[in-house]
Every structure is written in structure tokens, then in C-alpha cells.
């Protein structure tokens, strides 16, 4: 019975260490499964664009070590190994993210191009650098994000930081597998409840909604402060990474179609059709897009429904005044609004044709930044790289195959053996002997064959037991020598691919700085005066408050026409209001959004001294917009069906009531 | 305006014999339907001796009748008085119209003048219309939306403006609504061409920004992806592979020595 405990050992040893995984992925993302494809619906006013995208291209020198060490410390959808961990290994995945996500974000950006018009979608590549507090954060290396934009999309394919997990289920993006975290946000004007955020990868939801939050507050610091401008978010991977703080928001699982809800897609490995991946890098052939049919086509149909339920002026309202601040500060903030002054509409006519020569601009600097890697040497090059990974994966996957069918040889050789043993064993029937000795013999010739047939059988188990253990040993080797050999080539990779962005932007931005100075002659040239101008003043809103900031048309020192308000109130609410005022207080058509630790909520409708008053348009979390009646502040019920909502907005083209609310 | 001038310099001498031959007597303008013999006989009076003139007067005065609505013409009856009928050569008409001292002196007779120019384009417009495609068809470069016309056409909407509001138009509640009404539209139709020429100017700017930046970019792109070196990629898997090997060839050995000392129990 030694024997049989034995090989029960081994049997035990060789299944804990023997079976293996081959890194499998989904083929077809949830993104191309849950929604009908629909054509875009919405306008933009001329030099707004419906999509940026963002991606991680870059990691400053001095910001390297800080990226690898929060890289590993914060991995997603994965656990660490019990393996030492290997600097290099980390390394060579952390760069492999940086440089597959400049070129699959080129993807989702050629197919989000298609599927909208013209010069609609710009590229804001980011590096990521040390802030001023020593934290990570990143910059748009263009000035793509200057321009208004309905949609912001955030890209990056993730890896999970540690090599020994590779051919396990952990994220990766190597070879045939990607991995892609996305988010989608818009201003938060458009979609209050959830500041802005309409979709995020399930790991980073929370950290994206934080985010999302900052921005409202940087917004309205700088509302309070006179201007419209806010700097630029970093990428909200980073800010996940940073381990920046999180908010709470309300969510739904991909496919549904909750209101106000931010919508939780799902961390997929996705796996891309080997055939599309064997002709990657064909000579004389297009470029094949392996990610196209997985990914990327659908997750574009995702930005444009996204894009087509969402109230584009009050998505872009705040950021086109900020926009064309730079060429008239005083009409800025009557463009929230609007107006039917001949001399508003003449000025903001020409503005808006400055903005979108701008937006022309910027979308050359994308087309070429996408070209110069896409279909350069970068991009060959990355394919090849691509292809090798894949042959790697390959190589790795049959190493696996192997490894089971030892597994599975040395597994069925114990339990074969355990059953020969507890039968009896082999060998003569010694009931048939004649005498005591020729028994005794029959029984000593049967124990000897055993013995023998039990050794070979432990032998070949532990053997077979031994070679799958070896084949594993091997198979990690094998990651961890391709990652190490393949380190300084990434580096060298992203050299060129920050050469060619930096050196576009530098071509771009002086003569971006040319373009605008002459569009600013030209601008100033043209333009008639205008009767009513907007300056800075106070917001008082019910009265209560002195200490609001009124951007707009003022009198006497308040608040009194068109602008914006903002304010924060002794209880901790924040305020921020769009549309008419008289004596400092909202006063007439208005859209006020309300901003709580327990969330944000909007209201559209008539105000009298700064109170809703009437039949108000009502954002909440988690529901669809409802028409209430609201006296003096108060809601009173259910507005009847059919009642008009005043919206401040009925000037502007590209509003479109209730949308995205 | 610069271009109206010389247009009627320049056809003040071509069109003198067919002044001499239309100083026809003078009598109301027809108000009846539309009749055939009267714009015909217009349309005699304006220029002959040079298509590109030819077209370029019935374009304008196309231009010249835009924005004028029943009330206000309505209003140019109530305070039109000119000597003008049917055989009047419309270059006397326009240089009527123009003429500075006419402007200040006798509103009334511009007014008038207009009024005869926007009645034949309201009664004749399928004639004016039907010479204007036969000509552009007898020669293609003639140009629909010169910019040259809009302005001289403009220019002489804003006298009529003027001139209605020297007579007391805006001031008359019968057709002070009208006449205020017909000087926004001129004001918003001159932001228009204006707006149109600094779209013009944008254009051509961001044409030649737009082509310089590609172009720069392009190149820029070039050489930087010859910086990539392709070759280390390959090193770079030959050596992994290498190492692969290696490695694999050490765990064979082991697995025999492994098998052998099994083996050899």
C-alpha cells in the first residue's frame, strides 16, 4: 500500500502544478453584441467636434519609475504570483501597454472617423509625467482638447502587471489578446447626476467618476474666478493608477437602459481572429485591423449612441465659451444663451467660423499623427511585433497542450495502477496449484511482477509528472525571455513614436500660434460692435448668498440678462445656473444644477428670485427626467402631461430638451 | 460701387444712340397683368452692344428687387414720383438713382426710379430670367453670384432706404413698418456679404495653412519613421528564441537525468 500512497502524491502534486491554462479570450467584445449600430444624429455648430480621444502615449523619463511601481501595485482583474517579482518583466509590460495602446486607440479612432463627419474626431495623445505634487498625471501633448467636444473617450489596453499570469485568465493585451479600459465622458452640464460620466470599464468606474467629480469642482473654481477655461483631466487610467479618490455613482450593467446611470462595461480579454492576425503585416496588402471586427467598430457604435442621447449644447456650451474667450472675452459668456441681437448673432457668426477653422486645423494634425503611425514604419513595426507576440502566445498555448496531456497521462497512470494494486494485482490464478510449494511459488512470481509492473508505472507517472512540471517551468521562461529580450526595443519604439508626436506638434503649434494670431486680425478687423456685452459681476441667487460670480450681461454691479452664476452655499451646496437673472437672483427661464455630497440633480424650468417656480424639467440618478410643479422652490406635484418646460436654451440650434437628462 | 461706375461710364457711350431713339414720351408705368409688349420693350433699353453688360444689368436689377414685399411697394407708389415709363434706358434710370445730388434734392424721383426698376422684375421676372440662363448659356464664365453685383444691388437698396426716410416713409404708420422693416433686411444682407467676404478670407487662410501643415507633417512623418529600426525586433526574438532554446535543452537534460535515476532505483 506504500506504492499506492506514492502515486497518490504524485498524482496530487502533478494536478496542483501540472494543469495549464492558455490564455484564451473572448472573441467578440460585449460592445459589438449589445446594441443595434445607429447612425449619428446630432449637429454640431461649426468648431465643435463630437469626439476626442484620449490614450496614454508617452511616459516622461523622470516619471518612469513612479509609473512601474503603481502599474504593480495597482494591477486589475488579476493576482499576483507567488514568484518573485521581476522589475524587468514589469517594465517590458508597462511599456508593451503604452505602445499598443498608441496603436489600438488608432484603431477605434479610424473607426469612430468613419461613422461621423468630417474633421469630428480629434486625437489628444497624453504623456504621462510627475505633477507638482510628485503624483502621476498626464498632458495632452496637442491642443486637440482645446476645442469644444461633445464626447471625450478615454483608451487604453491594459496588461496585468505580473508575466507569470500571461497564459492565465488575467488581462493582457499581447499578441492575439487586448484588453481594452475605456471611458466616455461628457461635460457635466449634460448629464448631472452622473457628472458627466456616461461609460467606464468596471475596474476604473468608480476612480472615473471621482474624476468626473474633481472636474465639477475645478469647473465651478473657475466659473467663481471669472473664466471659463479649466485645465485638462489626466487620462483617467492615470488618475486610477495615482489611486486618486473615488465617488459613487449610480450604474447599470452593459446593455441596459437606465437613465442617468453610467454605464459599467465589463473588464474583457478580447482574443482577435488569428486569420486577420496571420496577414497583419502582408506584403503589398492594406493594413489589416485585427482589433476592427472584435472591438473597435462596435465600442464607435457605443460613442455615437452615447453621442446621439446627449444634449450637445449643454455638453459643449461652457467649452465653446471658453473657446471663444480667446478672441472675445465680452461675448463669451452670452453665448451660453444665446440671443436674437442682430449684432450677437453677426459676432458670434464669425467666432464660431474662427472655431472651426481651428477644428480643421487640429483634425489635419490627427489625420497625419494617425497616418505617420499607422501606416509607418512605427506601425509596421508594431505589427510585426504583434505577430511575434502572437507566434509566442502560440508557442506557449502548444507547451500548455502538452503539459495537460502529461498531466492528464500521469493522473490516469495512478489511477490505473491504484486499481491494479486494490484488485489484486497481475499474474497467475495460483488457486489452480497443486501442492503447497507450487503455490507458494505462483504467489512469490506474482509479487515480483507486480513490483516490477508498480516501478514502471511509478516511474512513468513521475516522469510524465516531471515533464509537465518542465514544460511549465518552460513556458514562464519563455515569457520572461521574451519580455526581457523585447524591453529595449519598446523603448526604442516609443522614442520614435514621441519624436513623431512632438515633432507634429511642434510643426502644428507654431503655426496653430500663427493661425490664431491672424484669425484674431482678421476677427478684430471684421466684427461690428455689439450693444450688449458680457462683464463679470455678482449672483446672489435667492438673495441669501453674496458671494456668487455672475458671467454675463450686469448691471449696477449684478447680475441682470443672460449669463452664467455659481456660487457655494452655507449648507455646502454648490450652484451653478444658466439663463436669465434680474437684480443678481435667477429670474426667468433658467437651468440650475445642484451639487451635494450625495450627488448632483438639475433643474430646467421658469425661476422667480432665484426660486423654481412653475413647470420645472427634474434630473435625477437613476430616472428619466420628470416635469414637475414647483412653486416658489417647492416641488407640488406631477406637472400635467403636455405642459411646457422654459428652457434658457431656445435660442440655441444644437439644444435639444432633455436629451441625455 | 466702383464697379457700377464704370459699368455706366463705360455704357453711357454705348447706349447713347438708343437714348436718342427711346426719348418716347413720358406716361405711367402699366399696372395692369404682366404683358409681353411692355417688357419687351424694357428690356430694348438695356444694354445691347455687350453681353457680359447685358447680363450684368439684369442681374442687378434681380438684386435690386429683392426684399420688397407688397406693403413696401406699396410704400414706394405712396412716395415715388419719377418721369419714367417703359422706354426709359435703364442706364438713365440707374444713373438716375446714383447720382448724389438727386439723393439729396428729390428723394421722391429715386424712389420712383426704384419703384420702376423692382415693377418690371416683379412683372417680367420669367422674361429677365429667361435671358439671364440664355446668356449664361451662350457663355459659361458669366458668373451667378458676383460678388461685385450684390454690392452695387445693396447699394442701391440702402438709397432707396434713405431715400424713403428723406420722404417720411418711417414716420407714416401706414407704411412705417415697412420701410423700417426694409432697412433691417438691407442690415442683415449687408452682414451677410460682409460675413461672406471674411469667409473668403478664412478660407483662403486656412487653405494655405491647412495644405502647409499636411505637407510639413507628411514629410516630418518620413523621416521620423526612418529612425525606427526594424532590425532590433528581429534580434530581439532570435535572441529570446535562443534563450528558449537553451533553456529547453537544460530541462531536457534534467528530465533524462530525472528518468534516469528513476529508472535507476
Redesign the interface.
Known amino acids: 500500500m506504500g506504492r499506492v500512497k506514492t502515486a497518490f502524491l504524485i498524482s496530487t502534486a502533478v494536478l496542483v502544478t501540472g494543469c495549464a491554462t492558455s490564455a484564451k479570450g473572448i472573441s467578440t467584445s460585449a460592445v459589438m453584441k449589445s446594441t443595434m449600430a445607429e447612425p449619428l444624429r446630432q449637429e454640431t455648430p461649426p468648431g465643435t467636434v463630437m469626439a476626442v480621444l484620449r490614450y496614454p502615449a508617452h511616459v516622461e523619463d523622470d516619471a518612469k519609475q513612479a509609473y512601474y511601481d503603481a502599474y504593480a501595485k495597482r494591477g486589475i482583474g488579476g493576482k499576483w504570483s507567488k514568484d518573485k517579482r521581476d522589475a524587468a518583466e514589469i517594465q517590458a509590460l508597462a511599456d508593451g501597454m503604452i505602445i499598443k495602446s498608441n496603436y489600438y486607440a488608432l484603431s477605434v479612432y479610424k473607426e469612430m472617423a468613419a461613422k461621423m463627419p468630417e474633421h469630428s474626431v480629434l486625437l489628444s495623445p497624453h504623456t504621462v509625467k510627475l505633477g507638482a505634487n510628485g503624483k502621476l498625471t498626464s498632458e495632452p501633448m496637442t491642443q486637440a482638447e482645446s476645442l469644444p467636444s461633445v464626447v471625450t473617450v478615454d483608451f487604453t489596453s491594459y496588461s496585468f502587471p505580473d508575466a507569470k499570469k500571461m497564459m492565465g485568465k488575467a488581462p493582457l493585451t499581447f499578441g492575439d489578446l487586448v484588453t481594452p479600459l475605456v471611458t466616455v465622458h461628457s461635460d457635466h452640464r449634460a448629464a448631472a447626476p452622473t457628472q458627466g460620466l456616461k461609460l467606464a470599464s468596471a475596474p476604473i468606474l468608480n476612480t472615473s467618476a471621482g474624476s468626473g467629480r474633481r472636474g465639477v469642482g475645478q469647473s465651478l473654481a473657475a466659473l467663481q474666478n471669472g473664466t471659463f477655461e479649466t485645465s485638462v483631466p489626466p487620462l483617467d487610467f492615470i488618475s486610477y493608477l495615482n489611486a486618486d479618490s473615488a465617488a459613487r455613482v449610480p450604474s447599470q450593467s452593459f446593455g441596459s437602459m437606465s437613465p442617468n446611470t453610467v454605464t459599467s462595461y465589463p473588464l474583457e480579454k478580447i482574443q482577435l481572429d488569428k486569420k486577420v492576425l496571420a496577414k497583419i503585416n502582408s506584403k503589398g496588402a492594406s493594413v489589416q485591423d485585427p482589433l476592427k471586427a472584435s472591438f473597435s467598430s462596435g465600442f464607435a457604435n457605443q460613442v455615437i449612441g452615447i453621442i446621439n442621447r446627449t444634449d450637445v449644447n449643454k455638453a459643449t456650451m461652457v467649452s465653446r465659451a471658453a473657446a471663444i474667450a480667446q478672441y472675445d472675452p465680452s461675448l463669451a459668456a452670452l453665448t451660453i444663451v444665446g440671443s436674437q441681437d442682430?449684432d450677437y448673432l453677426?459676432r458670434y457668426?464669425?467666432a464660431e467660423?474662427?472655431l472651426e477653422?481651428e477644428q480643421?486645423?487640429l483634425s489635419?494634425?490627427s489625420l497625419?499623427l494617425f497616418?505617420?503611425v499607422y501606416n509607418?514604419?512605427?506601425g509596421?513595426?508594431t505589427r510585426?511585433?504583434l505577430k511575434?507576440e502572437h507566434d509566442?502566445l502560440e508557442e506557449r498555448r502548444e507547451l500548455a497542450r502538452q503539459q495537460n496531456v502529461n498531466t492528464t497521462m500521469a493522473v490516469l497512470g495512478v489511477l490505473a495502477t491504484g486499481a491494479m494494486i486494490a484488485n489484486g494485482g497481475v499474474g497467475q490464478d495460483c488457486s489452480r496449484s497443486r501442492t503447497q510449494r507450487e503455490y507458494y511459488e505462483c504467489q512469490r512470481r506474482n509479487q515480483a511482477a507486480n513490483k516490477v509492473i508498480t516501478?514502471v508505472a511509478?516511474?512513468g507517472i513521475?516522469?510524465t509528472g516531471?515533464?509537465a512540471y518542465?514544460l511549465n517551468?518552460?513556458s514562464k521562461?519563455?515569457g520572461s525571455?521574451?519580455l526581457?529580450?523585447?524591453a529595449?526595443?519598446l523603448e526604442?519604439?516609443q522614442t520614435?513614436q514621441v519624436?513623431?508626436i512632438d515633432?507634429?506638434e511642434t510643426?502644428?503649434a507654431i503655426?496653430f500660434e500663427?493661425?490664431r494670431s491672424?484669425?484674431q486680425t482678421?476677427y478684430s478687423q471684421?466684427q461690428?460692435s455689439l450693444d450688449t456685452v458680457a462683464t463679470r459681476c455678482g449672483y446672489t441667487h435667492d438673495g441669501a448668498v453674496k458671494s456668487g460670480t455672475w458671467l454675463g450681461v450686469c448691471e449696477n454691479g449684478l447680475a441682470n440678462g443672460a449669463g452664467v452664476g455659481v456660487l457655494r452655499a452655507d449648507d455646502g451646496r454648490s450652484i451653478e445656473y444658466y439663463g436669465y437673472a434680474v437684480n443678481g437672483q435667477p429670474q426667468g427661464a433658467g437651468y440650475m444644477i445642484t451639487h451635494t455630497a450625495a450627488g448632483s440633480t438639475a433643474l430646467e424650468g421658469n425661476f422667480i428670485a432665484g426660486r423654481a417656480d412653475g413647470t420645472m424639467r427634474e434630473t435625477k440618478a437613476g430616472k428619466n427626467a420628470q416635469v414637475m410643479s414647483y412653486s416658489a422652490g417647492t416641488p407640488t406635484g406631477q406637472a400635467p402631461v403636455g405642459s411646457p418646460v422654459a428652457t434658457p436654451f431656445d435660442k440655441m440650434p444644437m439644444s435639444l430638451s432633455g436629451a441625455g437628462n | 460701387m466702383k464697379h457700377l461706375l464704370s459699368i455706366i461710364t463705360g455704357l453711357a457711350v454705348l447706349s447713347a444712340p438708343a437714348m436718342a431713339q427711346t426719348a418716347a414720351p413720358s406716361g405711367d408705368v402699366a399696372i395692369v397683368a404682366p404683358s409681353q409688349q411692355y417688357c419687351v420693350t424694357v428690356m430694348s433699353g438695356f444694354p445691347n452692344d455687350d453681353h457680359v453688360a447685358r447680363y450684368q444689368f439684369f442681374r442687378l436689377t434681380q438684386d435690386i428687387a429683392e426684399g420688397a414685399t407688397p406693403q413696401f411697394r406699396a410704400a414706394l407708389s405712396q412716395y415715388g414720383d419719377a418721369d419714367v415709363n417703359a422706354q426709359t434706358p435703364i442706364l438713365d434710370v440707374i444713373e438716375a438713382i446714383a447720382n448724389p445730388v438727386l439723393r439729396q434734392a428729390a428723394p421722391e424721383m429715386v424712389i420712383g426710379f426704384m419703384e420702376h426698376l423692382i415693377d418690371f422684375e416683379d412683372r417680367c421676372g420669367v422674361y429677365l430670367d429667361g435671358q439671364i440662363s440664355s446668356l449664361k448659356a451662350y457663355d459659361g464664365d458669366l458668373i451667378w453670384e458676383d460678388p461685385l453685383i450684390a454690392e452695387d444691388a445693396l447699394f442701391l437698396r440702402q438709397i432707396l432706404s434713405e431715400s424713403l426716410e428723406r420722404a417720411g416713409a418711417s414716420n407714416d404708420p401706414s407704411h412705417a413698418f415697412a420701410s423700417q422693416d426694409y432697412a433691417a433686411n438691407l442690415i442683415s444682407t449687408r452682414d451677410n456679404m460682409e460675413f461672406q467676404v471674411f469667409t473668403t478670407e478664412i478660407d483662403d487662410l486656412e487653405a494655405l495653412y491647412m495644405t502647409d501643415l499636411d505637407g510639413r507633417l507628411a514629410r516630418s512623418n518620413d523621416i521620423i519613421n526612418k529612425e525606427m529600426d526594424r532590425e532590433s525586433l528581429d534580434d530581439a526574438i532570435t535572441l529570446a528564441n535562443d534563450m528558449d532554446k537553451d533553456f529547453k535543452e537544460k530541462e531536457d537534460q534534467r528530465r533524462l537525468y530525472t528518468l534516469w535515476r528513476i529508472l535507476g532505483r
Open positions: 442682430a453677426a457668426r464669425y467660423r474662427l477653422a480643421k486645423y489635419v494634425q497625419r497616418d505617420g509607418g514604419e512605427i509596421v513595426q510585426d511585433m511575434a509566442h516501478d511509478i516511474a513521475a516522469y516531471s515533464k518542465s517551468k518552460q521562461m519563455m525571455n521574451y526581457s529580450s523585447v529595449p526595443v526604442q519604439q520614435v519624436n513623431l515633432s507634429n510643426i502644428t503655426r500663427d493661425l491672424k484669425l482678421l471684421k461690428r
